[in-house]
């Protein structure tokens, strides 16, 4: 073979490696094009450096075609599994988790992918993935950082260097390599902004900005829809006079209270509470100021509460709050603090009367009063009633009860 074939399989391989081809592919592109040369023996050196410059000319541009479809199918693999995620659900969570999750994936050697939520002028963390796993975000965003400067302007900026930029000055060492914070647009309102960290320094290469752009913006649809969806869900289980919790939310937690208990083997107590005095408010000063009681009084009553509680509207002038992992001793406790704190409220409204309210409750513990939600919401009612009819202002224990309480204040119903 002529020198100048040898020239040009060297040029053939060069051209091959700077267009990503694997080396186990280019080895056997090469040899094939040795043999088709070889086949052509009979024409003379002349005609068969132009047949091998032709087959390397075709096989590289069929190799560069092959290796873009690839690139391509890759990419569209990647956003039909994403969509195939962000469709899957409408919880925040759930969603957000998908997006790092795919996010880390699209891009090699990432550090760190955030992605904060933009409400506002306020950014508010939504989700992270380090690459050792991690789910904890590295920072908070900085008013004159990178986070901030994005979701503000609404685009994208790409940090090729982290320790020579002026968003990231004075900060730690450790804060090397590159990062990229895309705002996460619908309808060109920026809802979050998504930032990529890696370990490796420089700018971000065309396909990995194209598919990261494709991401955030089913990133953005998705995550709109999922505030929506939590809007409605939030008018859906909250009741429209007082804000709290309403039934229907009141019976899936109490179902899923019941779950983790006979899971666990723990207890947990319910107290279900009625106004004393409420009848009256309504009938002198008519049912708008009686909304306006319920609502200043249940709220009130809430903040006072252990972050753990969960207090709900049961109807009209009653509450059904749920302690999870508490015995009837603890129940107890609470519902002395509550009277405590019932005792000190005064609603004072212009042109009227301070108004004092007064509680009654009935106390039911799982699973020593009911093994279902029935039963212990029952439980606790029937309790309930006896204190309005036998005690009131005072908690009642239901009465299936069978240990001594020795709480005068709190006698067990017989």
Known sequence: ?????????????????????????????????????????QTDGKQVDEVSLSLASNIVSSQALLSLVKQ????????????????????????????????????????????????????????????????????????????YAVARGGETIVVENIQDHPLYKNVPAEWNGS??????????????????????????????????NLLSDQAAVAISNASLHQIISRKAYSDTVTGLPNRRALDERLDREFQTARRTGQSFSIIMMDLDGFKLVNDTYGHGVGDQVLRVFFNYMAQGLRSADFLARYGGDELTLIMSQ?????????????????????????????????????????PTHGNTSADLLRAADEALYRAKKHARGKFLVAKSLTAPLNIPRFPTVK
Do not use: C, W
């Open 179 to 212: 990062i990229i914070g895309i705002p996460l647009k619908m309808e060109h309102i920026v809802v979050g902004v998504m930032n990529l960290s890696r370990t490796t320094l420089g700018g971000f290469s065309a396909s990995e900005l194209r598919l990261l």
């Open 326 to 366: 508490t015995s009837l001793p603890s129940a107890l406790i609470v519902g002395e603090k509550i009277m405590e704190q019932v005792a000190k409220f005064h609603f004072k409204a212009p042109d009227l009367a301070a108004i004092k309210l007064g509680i009654s409750g009935g106390i039911a513990v799982y």
């Open 1 to 41: 073979m002529t020198d100048s074939f040898h020239q040009i399989l060297n040029e053939t391989r060069k051209s091959l490696e700077k267009r990503g081809i694997e080396s186990d592919h280019r080895d056997e592109l090469l040899a094939l094009l040795e043999i088709l040369v070889s086949a052509s023996a």
């Open 72 to 147: 391509h199918t890759a990419e569209l693999n990647a956003l039909r599994r994403l969509s195939v995620k962000l469709t899957s659900s409408l919880d925040m969570p759930t969603v957000l988790d998908a997006i790092v999750h795919e996010a880390m994936r699209l891009v090699n050697n990432t550090r760190a992918v955030h992605i904060y939520l933009y409400k506002n002028g306020k950014l508010e963390f939504g989700a992270a993935l380090q690459s050792d796993g991690s789910v904890k975000p590295i920072s908070e965003p900085r008013e004159d950082g990178l986070t």
